[in-house]
T-cell receptor
Framework: AQKVTQAQTEISVVEKEDVTLDCVYE???????LFWYKQPPSGELVFLIR??????QNEISGRYSWNFQKSTSSFNFTITASQVVDSAVYFC???????????FGSGTKLNVKP | DAGVTQSPTHLIKTRGQQVTLRCSPK?????VSWYQQALGQGPQFIFQ???????QRGNFPDRFSGHQFPNYSSELNVNALLLGDSALYLC???????????FGSGTRLTVV
Protein backbone atom coordinates (compact mmCIF):
# COMPACT_ATOMS: atom_id res chain seq x y z
CA ALA A 1 0.00 0.00 0.00
CA GLN A 2 1.26 3.45 -0.86
CA LYS A 3 2.15 5.35 2.27
CA VAL A 4 2.05 8.83 0.75
CA THR A 5 -0.38 9.90 -1.94
CA GLN A 6 -0.20 13.12 -3.89
CA ALA A 7 -3.23 13.00 -6.14
CA GLN A 8 -2.39 16.17 -8.05
CA THR A 9 0.08 15.33 -10.78
CA GLU A 10 0.43 18.84 -12.17
CA ILE A 11 -1.01 22.24 -11.29
CA SER A 12 -0.80 25.45 -13.31
CA VAL A 13 -1.52 28.86 -11.81
CA VAL A 14 -0.95 32.46 -12.72
CA GLU A 15 1.50 34.46 -10.67
CA LYS A 16 0.05 35.90 -7.42
CA GLU A 17 -2.59 33.20 -7.15
CA ASP A 18 -2.68 31.04 -4.03
CA VAL A 19 -2.15 27.31 -4.54
CA THR A 20 -2.64 24.32 -2.24
CA LEU A 21 -0.83 21.02 -2.70
CA ASP A 22 -2.54 17.98 -1.24
CA CYS A 23 -0.93 15.09 0.60
CA VAL A 24 -2.53 12.06 2.23
CA TYR A 25 -0.45 9.63 4.24
CA GLU A 26 -0.84 6.23 5.83
CA UNK A 27 0.94 4.94 8.91
CA UNK A 28 0.28 2.79 11.95
CA UNK A 29 2.96 4.49 14.00
CA UNK A 30 2.05 7.01 16.63
CA UNK A 31 5.35 8.84 16.23
CA UNK A 32 6.18 10.04 12.77
CA UNK A 33 7.26 13.11 10.84
CA LEU A 34 5.86 14.74 7.76
CA PHE A 35 7.82 16.88 5.36
CA TRP A 36 7.48 18.95 2.24
CA TYR A 37 10.42 19.22 -0.14
CA LYS A 38 10.80 21.24 -3.32
CA GLN A 39 12.75 19.92 -6.30
CA PRO A 40 13.74 22.52 -8.89
CA PRO A 41 15.11 21.42 -12.28
CA SER A 42 18.61 21.26 -10.79
CA GLY A 43 17.52 18.10 -8.98
CA GLU A 44 18.36 18.93 -5.39
CA LEU A 45 15.57 18.37 -2.90
CA VAL A 46 15.13 21.51 -0.83
CA PHE A 47 13.63 21.23 2.65
CA LEU A 48 10.54 23.39 3.18
CA ILE A 49 8.66 22.31 6.29
CA ARG A 50 8.56 19.56 8.92
CA UNK A 51 5.83 18.50 11.28
CA UNK A 52 5.82 15.80 13.95
CA UNK A 53 2.80 13.69 14.71
CA UNK A 54 2.22 15.28 18.09
CA UNK A 55 1.94 18.81 16.82
CA UNK A 56 -1.17 19.58 14.84
CA GLN A 57 -0.80 23.31 15.17
CA ASN A 58 -0.95 24.84 11.75
CA GLU A 59 1.48 27.62 11.01
CA ILE A 60 2.39 30.22 8.50
CA SER A 61 5.97 30.92 7.48
CA GLY A 62 6.26 33.75 5.04
CA ARG A 63 4.30 32.74 1.94
CA TYR A 64 4.12 29.11 3.07
CA SER A 65 1.49 27.58 5.31
CA TRP A 66 0.43 24.04 6.07
CA ASN A 67 -2.63 22.25 7.33
CA PHE A 68 -1.97 19.05 9.27
CA GLN A 69 -5.05 17.02 10.17
CA LYS A 70 -4.48 13.64 11.80
CA SER A 71 -8.19 12.81 11.64
CA THR A 72 -8.02 12.71 7.85
CA SER A 73 -4.30 11.81 7.56
CA SER A 74 -3.69 14.86 5.47
CA PHE A 75 -0.79 17.30 5.35
CA ASN A 76 -1.58 20.00 2.81
CA PHE A 77 0.76 22.80 1.83
CA THR A 78 -0.25 26.24 0.60
CA ILE A 79 1.79 28.85 -1.20
CA THR A 80 0.28 32.32 -0.98
CA ALA A 81 0.80 34.83 -3.78
CA SER A 82 2.72 32.39 -5.94
CA GLN A 83 5.77 33.51 -7.90
CA VAL A 84 7.41 32.16 -11.05
CA VAL A 85 10.36 30.99 -8.92
CA ASP A 86 7.98 28.65 -7.10
CA SER A 87 7.76 26.52 -10.23
CA ALA A 88 9.13 23.10 -9.29
CA VAL A 89 8.08 19.61 -8.30
CA TYR A 90 6.89 19.39 -4.70
CA PHE A 91 7.16 16.19 -2.70
CA CYS A 92 5.42 15.22 0.48
CA UNK A 93 7.30 12.67 2.60
CA UNK A 94 6.63 10.56 5.66
CA UNK A 95 9.31 9.26 7.99
CA UNK A 96 8.82 6.63 10.66
CA UNK A 97 10.95 5.46 13.56
CA UNK A 98 13.34 3.99 14.24
CA UNK A 99 15.60 5.07 11.42
CA UNK A 100 13.45 7.65 9.70
CA UNK A 101 13.70 6.46 6.13
CA UNK A 102 11.50 8.55 3.88
CA UNK A 103 8.45 7.44 1.98
CA PHE A 104 7.88 9.97 -0.77
CA GLY A 105 4.75 10.71 -2.71
CA SER A 106 4.91 10.81 -6.48
CA GLY A 107 5.20 14.59 -6.50
CA THR A 108 3.13 17.50 -7.79
CA LYS A 109 4.56 19.63 -10.55
CA LEU A 110 3.68 23.28 -10.02
CA ASN A 111 3.81 25.64 -12.97
CA VAL A 112 3.52 29.32 -12.10
CA LYS A 113 2.99 31.46 -15.19
CA PRO A 114 3.76 35.18 -15.32
CA ASP B 1 29.34 25.36 5.09
CA ALA B 2 29.08 22.88 2.23
CA GLY B 3 25.96 20.82 1.99
CA VAL B 4 25.87 17.31 0.61
CA THR B 5 28.28 16.80 -2.27
CA GLN B 6 27.81 14.07 -4.86
CA SER B 7 30.04 12.96 -7.70
CA PRO B 8 29.92 12.60 -10.58
CA THR B 9 26.94 14.71 -11.62
CA HIS B 10 26.28 12.72 -14.77
CA LEU B 11 27.34 9.28 -15.89
CA ILE B 12 26.68 7.07 -18.91
CA LYS B 13 27.28 3.34 -18.61
CA THR B 14 26.63 0.27 -20.72
CA ARG B 15 24.40 -2.60 -19.65
CA GLY B 16 26.31 -5.14 -17.59
CA GLN B 17 28.89 -2.67 -16.34
CA GLN B 18 29.49 -1.64 -12.77
CA VAL B 19 29.27 1.89 -11.35
CA THR B 20 30.34 3.66 -8.17
CA LEU B 21 28.70 6.87 -6.98
CA ARG B 22 30.15 9.00 -4.21
CA CYS B 23 28.71 11.20 -1.49
CA SER B 24 30.16 13.54 1.10
CA PRO B 25 27.64 14.39 3.82
CA LYS B 26 26.98 17.80 5.25
CA UNK B 27 29.45 18.81 7.94
CA UNK B 28 28.32 17.44 11.30
CA UNK B 29 26.11 14.74 9.80
CA UNK B 30 26.91 11.08 10.50
CA UNK B 31 24.12 9.21 8.73
CA VAL B 32 23.94 8.76 4.97
CA SER B 33 20.99 7.46 2.99
CA TRP B 34 20.71 6.75 -0.71
CA TYR B 35 17.60 7.14 -2.84
CA GLN B 36 16.81 6.26 -6.45
CA GLN B 37 14.51 8.59 -8.36
CA ALA B 38 13.21 7.36 -11.70
CA LEU B 39 11.97 9.96 -14.14
CA GLY B 40 8.64 11.41 -13.09
CA GLN B 41 8.53 9.55 -9.78
CA GLY B 42 9.30 10.18 -6.16
CA PRO B 43 12.59 9.00 -4.68
CA GLN B 44 12.74 5.41 -3.43
CA PHE B 45 14.84 4.42 -0.42
CA ILE B 46 17.80 2.18 -1.22
CA PHE B 47 19.68 1.95 2.09
CA GLN B 48 21.04 3.87 5.04
CA UNK B 49 24.50 3.82 6.58
CA UNK B 50 25.47 4.71 10.12
CA UNK B 51 28.74 3.98 11.91
CA UNK B 52 30.05 2.35 8.72
CA UNK B 53 27.31 -0.26 8.69
CA UNK B 54 24.16 -0.70 6.64
CA UNK B 55 21.41 -0.22 9.14
CA GLN B 56 18.32 -0.36 6.96
CA ARG B 57 17.62 -1.43 3.39
CA GLY B 58 14.80 -0.83 0.97
CA ASN B 59 13.43 -3.18 -1.65
CA PHE B 60 16.47 -3.26 -3.93
CA PRO B 61 18.42 -6.31 -5.16
CA ASP B 62 21.86 -7.27 -3.93
CA ARG B 63 23.35 -5.69 -7.06
CA PHE B 64 23.06 -2.48 -5.06
CA SER B 65 25.66 -2.24 -2.33
CA GLY B 66 27.27 0.51 -0.37
CA HIS B 67 29.93 1.56 2.02
CA GLN B 68 30.49 4.26 4.59
CA PHE B 69 33.96 5.44 5.50
CA PRO B 70 35.27 6.67 8.88
CA ASN B 71 34.87 10.28 7.70
CA TYR B 72 31.15 9.52 7.09
CA SER B 73 31.40 9.77 3.32
CA SER B 74 29.71 7.01 1.38
CA GLU B 75 29.71 5.10 -1.88
CA LEU B 76 26.90 3.42 -3.75
CA ASN B 77 27.89 0.55 -6.03
CA VAL B 78 25.65 -1.01 -8.64
CA ASN B 79 26.76 -4.18 -10.44
CA ALA B 80 25.48 -5.73 -13.65
CA LEU B 81 23.69 -2.56 -14.71
CA LEU B 82 20.27 -2.83 -16.30
CA LEU B 83 18.49 -0.28 -18.47
CA GLY B 84 16.02 0.13 -15.60
CA ASP B 85 18.76 1.39 -13.33
CA SER B 86 18.76 4.66 -15.25
CA ALA B 87 17.72 7.27 -12.70
CA LEU B 88 18.77 10.16 -10.53
CA TYR B 89 20.57 8.85 -7.46
CA LEU B 90 20.25 11.10 -4.45
CA CYS B 91 22.36 11.05 -1.34
CA UNK B 92 20.92 12.44 1.87
CA UNK B 93 22.62 13.06 5.18
CA UNK B 94 21.31 13.64 8.67
CA UNK B 95 22.30 13.50 12.30
CA UNK B 96 21.14 11.01 14.89
CA UNK B 97 19.17 13.89 16.36
CA UNK B 98 16.92 13.68 13.35
CA UNK B 99 15.36 16.86 12.06
CA UNK B 100 15.25 15.93 8.42
CA UNK B 101 17.55 15.15 5.57
CA UNK B 102 19.84 17.38 3.58
CA PHE B 103 19.94 16.16 0.01
CA GLY B 104 22.63 16.47 -2.60
CA SER B 105 21.94 17.43 -6.20
CA GLY B 106 22.25 13.83 -7.27
CA THR B 107 24.04 11.77 -9.88
CA ARG B 108 22.17 11.27 -13.13
CA LEU B 109 22.95 7.71 -14.30
CA THR B 110 22.06 6.67 -17.82
CA VAL B 111 22.43 3.03 -18.81
CA VAL B 112 22.54 2.34 -22.56
Amino acid sequence: AQKVTQAQTEISVVEKEDVTLDCVYETRDTTYYLFWYKQPPSGELVFLIRRNSFDEQNEISGRYSWNFQKSTSSFNFTITASQVVDSAVYFCALSEAPFNKFYFGSGTKLNVKP
Amino acid sequence: DAGVTQSPTHLIKTRGQQVTLRCSPKSGHDTVSWYQQALGQGPQFIFQYYEEEERQRGNFPDRFSGHQFPNYSSELNVNALLLGDSALYLCASSTTDFYGYTFGSGTRLTVV
